[in-house]
């Protein structure tokens, strides 16, 4: 069974540049969400997909923006790059249900921007 | 507003005793909680989790207790060993809301000394 494995592991950006982040799910998951931790805090919801459709969204700006694609896997896209937006961003995978699933975590991919 | 808080950013414990790590949520539409565990450069992982029909849950070393007219939730580790030296994050969800997006709290640090 192969984890939720997430590309690239680190990234320095400047402000004002774009970013594409990428995460495949875990064997038989169909379902991806996306979390930002900042430095010193607990990772924040940004949104889930599932079927290739936005799936719930977090208190983030529409700059923040994603793709689910056909074999589940997911990019997490974010415009116009802020200094605040430094932080880990992580992806989880799990199967989605009426009733609560885990999710599964990546090892996240740490963003830099100066 | 911060819906999940854990107060204590860090705890020491010597190794054998028991570690117990709290947390207090304000919400009271979340229905299902979990203690996430982290590692440094790794995502977290699912330690244990409990519903809200239920006041405790055991898995081993680990027991979650749930208080909820307190809306207070506290991880009990018996006996604690040096490899738990790690994040503990408390999460909590409301299975009404679309994506079974997770709420985390701040994490505590938990150091188990040899």
């Known amino acids: 069974e192969t984890g939720v494995t997430q590309s690239p592991t680190h990234l320095i950006k400047t402000r004002g540049q774009q970013v594409t982040l990428r995460c495949s799910s875990q064997?038989?998951?169909?379902?991806v969400s996306w979390y930002q931790q900042a430095l010193g805090q607990g990772p924040q919801f940004i949104f889930q997909?599932?079927?290739?459709?936005?799936?719930g969204r977090g208190n983030f700006p529409p700059r923040f923006s994603g793709l689910q694609f056909p074999n589940y896997s997911s990019e997490l896209n974010v415009n116009a790059l802020e200094l605040d937006d430094s932080a880990l961003y992580l992806c989880?995978?799990?199967?989605?249900?009426?009733?609560?699933?885990?999710?599964?975590f990546g090892p996240g991919t740490r963003l830099t921007v100066l | 507003d911060q819906q999940v808080k854990q107060n204590s950013p860090s705890l020491s414990v010597q190794e054998g005793r028991i570690s117990i790590l709290n947390c207090d949520y304000t919400?009271?539409?979340?229905?299902?909680f979990l203690w996430y565990k982290k590692y440094p450069a790794e995502g977290p992982t699912f330690l244990i989790s409990?519903?809200?029909?239920?006041d405790k849950n055991e898995d081993g070393r680990f027991t979650v207790f749930l208080n909820k007219s307190a809306k207070h939730l506290s991880l009990h580790i018996v006996p604690s060993q040096p490899g738990d030296s790690a994040v503990y994050f408390c999460?909590?969800?409301?299975?009404?809301?679309?994506?079974?997006?997770?709420?985390f709290g701040g994490g505590t640090r938990l150091m188990v000394k040899p």
């Open positions: 989880a995978s799990s199967l989605f249900s009426s009733s609560y699933n885990e999710q599964f």
């Open positions: 064997s038989g998951h169909n379902t």
């Open positions: 997909y599932y079927r290739e459709e936005e799936n």
């Open positions: 999460a909590a969800s409301a299975l009404r809301n679309a994506g079974n997006m997770l709420t």
């Open positions: 409990i519903s809200s029909i239920k």
């Open positions: 919400n009271s539409m979340f229905d299902y």
